[in-house]
């Protein structure tokens, strides 16, 4: 049985009425095809209706930015619906082997270029630059999830937000594991390949590090008992003195206490479900720079309870959305950080991916163009 | 090798001397570099093309006395790989097989083999590099080890180095894997090689992902007792050049009158001095079909003082005396049943003493570190050449996927390493083909004669009259199962599972406990194999009244 956090709710007193806001999202919407040719890739994803859904939802929650991972083959009925009130990032492609020249007999040296890495942005606020950079490291093409089979890596957005703020942010996917491998013991190459692509976060964000406010986001395939992220990426960035990072989930989920590594195959809970700490893979963090506008965390959510439909979850991640407050020191009026504790045991596995799958519904049908694209129900 | 790449090469080693010179180590002189395209064929039929650069270097090794000589070889880039196109997936150590005379040498552009591996249709992305051996190319003064311990081995090892330097000084990579290969002759080499590399090359960097040996002569002291126990050998050539080659590298001594009967005795110094094919075919040896036409009697009986010296000295020199393999080391050992140049008993006794040491035979790739297979049963020497050519470039084109991670991919563990008799049952009965319900069709019931009420021995010899009829012994089948790996319990398992009639029917079932005692009489023929194979699976077999 595992125990899940899910959501906070946070009460802010003092200069609340003043603060200004605004929410950001990461999710991983599990765009991988459901099969490639004779090849069962992503059965149980998505797919096109249900990434049509995504977007729904995505649309009627209305962050003003959301990052995703994984968005590969279903991009299109991910982002109609967000259409009307985003602005959005470029789409790296598909995985597939339509249209593409591919060499079967040495499949060895084959990766897809896409990065799966896409942003959307509420019309108002205005990218100013952005840039895509694949990891120096990787690890696993035919097993060890299959991590080098496409160009992962992490892209940098400058975005100016409604009310003149400038923030840098950082949408990444970090090297996975195969959760069999991490039950036995056997993904320490996935873990070195993890640490290589922090240190190269970090390095580049202290190379481009000005007074603006940073904040990291994306499926980091990472757990602070497992991974060295707390001495290799926060601690090291705060001992240049020239910022400080913190995590949305620390502060706001896990009392300030980043949780400590563990020695041992797995740290994680007994079933292989979520750590029954409440912490995933999909993280928000945030870095303000010693000399510049400042930005607080005031809410997280991770939103188990709304991303479904039939009860079923919609993706294999489930969206964390963190609302963030501007100023020029950290608020001190949180005074009330309410846990709810439920009980499931259906969808997380070890990597965060769901259990069930799901597939139905919407549609999309485009003219002989490709261009034109119409919902249909 | 066109006429063209043979003019360049031979142009080259007439004006050479442009060479260069590494570190001491793994020191390198280029004779001749040039770009060529190579095909792959057969018969007249071109599979494939593909340009390469092509090297003709040399290189410092030993003779079989440890003194220095200079030797030959060739290193083979697939162009694209050599201007930086194509990844490189690693080297193939391919170590070649018997050869005509010094003009078939590597170095001298005749050999079509490596063309035929770079070239086939799966254009695997590997840099050939390849010895000459002792004897041929730069050292043609010198005689040629031929079978005969393991000084080409050394020889192909430096190759081996030096190629590496050669690699790194014209600035291309070489790939993450590394293989040694050959088949015939190249399957003898391999094993002297991979021997060689775990007691004196380990530490200089060479670890093998795989050694690929196919017709080889593993065990040059059984292969002398096979040649003269049947008498009748398709390759009397071969037979003498090897005991020419070990009575001058081993300095036997042995006056060649008393070993050979003439024509050849007589024309032994020039068989050493030309190492050519051809004189053998002039003087008539070729068309020889049984040994005691060739050797003298005494070398033909066991029982004699000269028969047992040879035989004392190939014990010395053959590839298991004095290896201590790594087991860490992958290997795939094939051999044809019906080989009619080195009998497959030259090179499965090498199966019994790999397993001794810790390795587990078995027939399905990657599934241990010892792939074996001695079941092609119907391909004389050369022809099975193809079978092993075939897998062990299936085995390399997939090896990149296979072990992209640098360990075996997890889906493709999953697969193999609970794979044994049972599972190949229900696999092809998934596949639409139930060997239970073929067992047990009233034409094969009554072809078994009642096999339900037969015992477990007298099935056995109801079957070795069947497998007398496509030309094999129930000792065969039984020595293809030991080779395989499989154990007495899968045998037992799948017998008592063909048996069944229907899954609700009661079972008859023949268990082999740790006792058993075996009716000797009926499997007098195959006994010893019988016996070994039993206790290996655990029973304890012990002598039954009629004695063993």
């Given amino acids: ?377 | 090798m066109t006429t063209d790449m043979r003019k360049l090469i031979l142009t080259a080693l007439l004006t050479a001397g442009v060479g260069l010179s590494a570190s001491a180590q793994n020191a390198y002189k280029i004779l001749s570099e040039c770009d060529t395209t190579v095909k792959a064929k057969i018969e007249k039929v071109t599979l494939g093309s593909r340009d390469v650069r092509h090297f003709v270097y040399e290189y410092p090794s030993k003779d079989g006395d440890g003194q220095p000589v200079t030797i030959s070889g060739i290193v083979m880039v697939p162009a694209d790989i050599a201007n930086g196109t194509t990844p490189c997936d690693g080297i193939i150590l391919f170590n070649h097989h018997t050869i005509g005379g010094p003009e078939q040498a590597p170095s001298q552009g005749e050999l079509d083999v490596p063309s035929g591996i770079l070239a086939n249709p799966l254009k695997p992305n590997y840099i050939i590099v390849m010895s000459d051996y002792i004897g041929y190319g730069s050292s043609i003064d010198h005689q040629i080890a031929y079978l005969c311990g393991d000084t080409n081995a050394r020889n192909c090892l430096d190759g081996l180095l030096a190629a590496r330097q050669l690699l790194d000084d014209k600035q291309i990579p070489q790939g993450r894997f590394l293989f040694n290969m050959g088949y015939s002759q190249g399957g003898t080499e391999s094993m002297y090689i991979a021997k060689l590399r775990d007691m004196e090359y380990k530490d200089r960097g060479i670890t093998f992902d795989k050694t690929f040996s196919g017709g080889g002569m593993l065990d040059c002291e059984e292969a002398y007792s096979a040649y003269v126990e049947k008498d009748q050998c398709d390759a009397i050539n071969d037979v003498a050049m090897f005991l020419i080659s070990v009575n001058e590298n081993c300095h036997l001594g042995i006056d060649y009158h008393d070993l050979f009967k003439e024509p050849l005795a007589s024309h032994v110094q020039e068989v050493i001095e030309t190492k050519s094919k051809s004189v053998l075919s002039r003087i008539g040896v070729s068309d020889l079909d049984s040994l005691h036409q060739l050797l003298q009697p005494a070398y033909m009986d066991w029982k004699s003082d000269e028969y047992k010296a040879l035989k004392a000295k190939l014990a010395e020199i053959k590839i298991t005396n004095g290896w201590e393999p790594d087991t860490t080391q992958r290997y795939f050992i094939e051999h044809s049943r019906h080989d009619n140049y080195v009998p497959v008993k030259c090179a499965r006794t090498i199966i019994p003493w790999m397993k001794s040491k810790g390795f587990k035979p078995s027939l399905v790739p990657g599934k241990t570190n010892l792939q074996t297979n001695t079941v092609v049963f119907k391909l004389k020497h050369q022809p099975s050449a193809a079978i092993w050519f075939v897998q062990t470039m299936a085995a390399v084109q997939a090896w990149p996927v296979i072990y992209y991670e640098g360990e075996q991919n997890r889906y493709y563990h999953d697969v193999v390493k609970d794979l044994n008799l049972m599972k190949v049952i229900k696999f092809l009965e998934s596949m639409g083909i139930d060997l239970r319900k073929m067992f047990n069709t009233s034409q094969a019931r009554a072809f078994m004669a009642a096999p339900r009420k037969a015992s477990f021995f007298e099935l056995l010899q109801q079957i070795q009259d069947a497998l007398a009829k496509v030309d094999l012994t129930i000792n065969d089948v039984i020595e293809m199962i030991l080779d395989a790996g499989i154990t007495p319990e899968d045998i037992m398992e799948v017998y008592n599972y063909i048996k069944q009639t229907d899954s609700s029917s009661a079972r008859e079932t023949v268990m082999l406990g740790e006792h058993v005692e075996v009716p000797v009489y009926l499997l007098r023929q195959y006994e010893q194999t019988l016996a070994d194979w039993l206790m290996l699976g655990g029973v304890d077999v012990q002598y039954g009244q009629w004695g063993w």
């Fill in chain 1, 1 to 377: 049985m595992m125990v899940a956090i899910l959501t906070i709710c946070v009460t802010q007193a003092g200069y609340a009425q003043e603060a200004k806001t605004f929410s950001i999202t990461t999710l991983n919407v599990d765009g991988l095809p459901q099969k490639i040719l004779v090849a069962k890739v992503n059965p149980d994803g998505p797919g096109g209706g249900g990434s049509v859904r995504i977007g729904r939802y995505l649309q009627k929650r209305g962050y003003d930015m959301v990052f995703m991972q994984e968005d590969f083959n279903y991009h299109e009925e991910l982002t109609v619906p967000l259409e009307d009130d985003y602005q959005a990032d470029a789409w790296s492609g598909d995985v597939g082997v339509d249209g593409r020249q591919i060499d079967y007999l040495h499949l060895q040296n084959h990766r897809f270029e896409c990065d799966g890495l896409m942003g959307v942005w509420k019309n108002g606020i205005t990218l100013t630059s952005t840039s895509s950079t694949p990891w120096t490291a990787n690890f696993g093409k035919f097993s060890h999830a299959l991590d080098e089979m496409v160009t992962k890596g992490f892209r940098r957005y400058e975005l100016t937000l409604t009310d003149g703020l400038q923030i840098v942010v950082y949408n990444m996917h970090m090297d996975a594991g195969d959760t069999a491998d991490e039950r036995e013991g056997k993904d320490s190459l996935d873990r070195d390949a993890r640490l290589k692509q922090w240190n190269q976060l970090r390095e580049e964000i202290l190379t481009r590090l000005d007074t603006r406010p940073v904040i990291v986001v994306g499926d980091l395939n990472s757990y602070y008992c497992r991974d060295q992220i707390k001495s290799n990426f926060i601690d090291e960035i705060d001992a240049t003195g020239r910022a400080k990072v913190y995590d949305a989930w620390v502060e706001l989920q896990n009392g300030g206490k980043y949780p400590a590594p563990v020695d041992g195959i797995v740290c994680c809970e007994a079933n292989g479900n979520i750590l029954e700490s409440g912490e995933v893979l999909d993280k928000v963090l945030y870095i303000n720079s010693t000399s510049g506008t400042e930005i607080h965390a005031v809410s997280y959510k991770l939103d188990t309870t709304d991303y479904q439909h039939d009860g079923k979850m919609l993706g294999d991640h489930y969206p964390v959305s963190v609302t963030f407050q501007i100023g020029s020191r950290k608020p001190t009026g949180i005074v009330n950080v309410n846990r709810e504790t439920i009980t499931n045991n259906r969808y997380y596995d070890l990597q965060g991916r769901r259990v069930d799958g799901h597939a139905h519904g919407i549609v999309i049908e485009r003219n002989r163009e490709n261009t034109h694209k119409r919902i249909i129900k």
